[in-house]
């Protein structure tokens, strides 16, 4: 009697076996194959090194890597653009694949999704900037453009942005194209510190989480100053740490380093520091104050809601290389986005740190 409870149990164990098999294949090809990011951004499958070869990402990651285990690297000026260009190769498929077209936190907002809190956030710019149709808006570190065509969609000014990514000039200009807003959107390869743009050709300027990179903040400050029309405005969201900030805690430097060498940072600055320097370059400061500060909802909470997420892309990533889809050295940098966000968190959570210190700044009239 076992024997024949065992033999006409089998088919349907088998039975079992295949159907938890082709669920978990339906699983894979659903994440691999059909998941993009937030916006209509990279699939799984499409994820590489930006302008790097296959066979580059690898040996460009460990390069990256030891701009921070030298010191005095990372504290040369002239090294620091080739640094970034790097790491935006590195990072802009995971970003946009992952996160979405908007490389920017946002304050949580109730009720509201991801995406449509970071779409308030890059409309809070263009109110700022008091933007109109026919105006002419300069994005200093566009990335792959989302912030852009939120604000160009939502106000009708024409924004020309500027990226020291090729890759991330021909993704700016494919979402544009698809978005419908080519005749309003412009992007320009080149570096904020050495723009290609006349003096006061700008009716307004803004940044997003994007100064932060420069080696010198009073060059790119100098530089949005000069190709701005006198009596206009500058809206830019500053990564800082804040005054809860001690220098002389090791947790707090350790979680400020982290966050640099995850996102290419040449040193944070002070809250302090980009007020006394807007100054010094000229202009006036109108506002300047943390927009993560109660009643605002933590910036952060994304990154903690999100870790099975970078769990489960980790894995989908890992398999993608194993199969030769991927290529090597992209699971590396996934990892380093990993333990990026971990600091992040926690720069977030202590206070120490935030990605959105905002400064409205006017260039004087003549």
């Not at 994005?139 to 939120?150: H, I, K, L, N």
């Not at 520091?273 to 909470?301: C, M, R, T």
Request: hydrophobic share 40%.
């Amino acid at each position: 009697m076992e024997v024949l409870e065992a033999t006409t149990g089998t088919p349907w164990m088998a039975w079992g076996a295949v159907g938890l098999a082709g669920l978990v294949a339906v699983g894979v090809y659903y994440l691999i194959f059909s998941v993009p990011a937030e916006q209509q951004g990279k699939r799984a499958v499409e994820l590489g090194g930006g302008s790097l070869g296959r066979e580059q990402v690898a040996d460009n990651y460990k390069e990256y890597a030891t701009f921070f285990k030298k010191p005095k690297e990372i504290e040369k000026a002239d090294n620091v653009p080739k640094l970034v260009d790097t790491f935006y190769n590195l990072v802009t498929d995971i970003y946009e694949w992952g996160w979405g077209q908007s490389f920017h936190f946002s304050p949580d907002v109730h009720g509201k999704s991801h995406r449509e809190a970071t779409r308030l956030h890059e409309v809070k710019v263009a109110e700022l900037l008091k933007l109109k149709s026919g105006m002419k808006v300069l994005d200093a570190g566009c990335g792959v453009g989302g912030p852009m065509r939120a604000i160009a969609a939502h106000s009708g000014s024409k924004v020309v942005g500027i990226t020291i990514n090729d890759y991330q000039v021909a993704r700016a200009r494919s979402h544009n194209k698809k978005a419908g807003l080519d005749p309003q959107c412009e992007v320009v390869c080149g570096d904020f510190l050495h723009m290609p743009f006349p003096d006061n050709s700008f009716d307004a300027a803004y940044s997003i989480e994007a100064t932060c990179h420069a080696p010198v903040l009073n060059e790119v400050y100098q530089e949005i100053y000069r190709v701005l029309k006198p009596g206009q405005l500058y809206v830019t969201y500053e990564w800082v740490t804040t005054p809860k900030y001690r220098a002389e805690n090791k947790e707090h430097v350790e979680i400020i380093h982290g966050i640099e060498i995850g996102n290419a940072l040449p040193g944070l600055r002070s809250f302090a520091q980009i007020e006394e320097i807007a100054k010094e370059v000229g202009f006036e400061v109108l506002q300047n104050y943390d927009l993560a500060l109660p009643p605002a909802s933590p910036w952060w909470k994304r990154l903690k809601m999100g870790r099975v997420a970078w769990y489960r892309n980790h894995l989908v990533i890992a398999f993608l290389t194993f199969l030769g889809i991927a290529p090597q050295g992209v699971v590396d940098v996934h990892e380093m986005l990993f333990k990026t966000a971990a600091f992040l968190t926690k720069g977030g959570e202590t206070g120490i740190f935030t990605p959105m210190h905002l400064l409205v700044l006017r260039k004087p009239a003549e």
